[in-house]
């Protein structure tokens, strides 16, 4: 079974700076769309950034600048690179992957991305 596993998370202070990891096990074909989602206490899960089979690249507007998604197929992992954190960045991250790329996958819609991990916490001091 594929199976996504995030690891990365920890407590930073504001202007600081995080890489998460999101390493994929049971799945050896890497064309597939993958995403990293955020939920902060008390608001919805939302995209953050995304990148497809090819290497292109989308992000939310309020990441824009300060945060880089890349993936290494070899090691089959999926990176996101945080920097200029801010305590509005605090949130539980996950990591997820649609095995068929969606067709609007650049807008990271939860329900497209049917594999999810289990969630890295990052939280943001000021």
């Known amino acids: 079974d594929l199976q996504l596993l995030e690891s990365g998370g920890g407590s930073v202070q504001a202007g600081g700076s995080l890489r998460l990891s999101c390493v994929v096990s049971g799945y050896t074909d890497s064309n597939y769309c993958m995403a990293w989602f955020r939920q902060a206490p008390g608001k919805e899960r939302e995209g953050v950034a995304a990148?497809?089979?090819?290497?292109?690249?989308s992000y939310a507007d309020s990441v824009k600048g300060r945060f880089t998604i890349s993936k290494d197929n070899a090691k089959n992992t999926l990176y996101l690179l945080m920097n200029s954190l801010t305590p509005e960045d605090t949130a539980m991250y996950y990591c997820a992957a649609a095995l068929v790329t969606p067709l609007r996958w650049e807008l990271m819609i939860e329900p497209d991305f049917g594999l999810w991990g289990q969630g890295t916490q990052v939280t943001v001091s000021s």
């Open positions: 990148i497809d089979s090819d290497g292109t690249t």
